[in-house]
């Protein structure tokens, strides 16, 4: 199943719920801009509280932020992480 997500989520066989929580957290990570009501109901549709959306939001985000302050830092990759 990892090895399914990691070569493309979209055809890994996840569930209607995780597949709409990894179009959102995709949106908000390219184009966050573009998110309008319509992005955060279709998460409600699938079952995500408030609560699960604002979570949802905030590690998405907080991911992007570390990732910007690693690379403005020029932090290096662990030597674990395989570059392929």
């Known amino acids: ?19 709409s929580m990894l179009e959102y957290v995709e949106a908000l990570t390219r184009s966050p801009t573009e998110l309008t009501e319509s992005n955060i109901g279709a998460l409600r549709e699938v079952g995500f509280t408030d609560r699960d959306i604002h979570d949802i939001c905030e590690v998405t985000a907080y991911y992007a932020y570390v990732n910007r302050i690693a690379d403005g830092l ?7 992480i395989d570059d392929d």
């Open 74 to 80: 020029g932090v290096s990759l662990e030597t674990w």
């Open 1 to 19: 199943m990892l090895a399914r997500i990691e070569s493309d989520w979209r055809t890994a066989g996840l569930s209607a719920k995780r597949i």
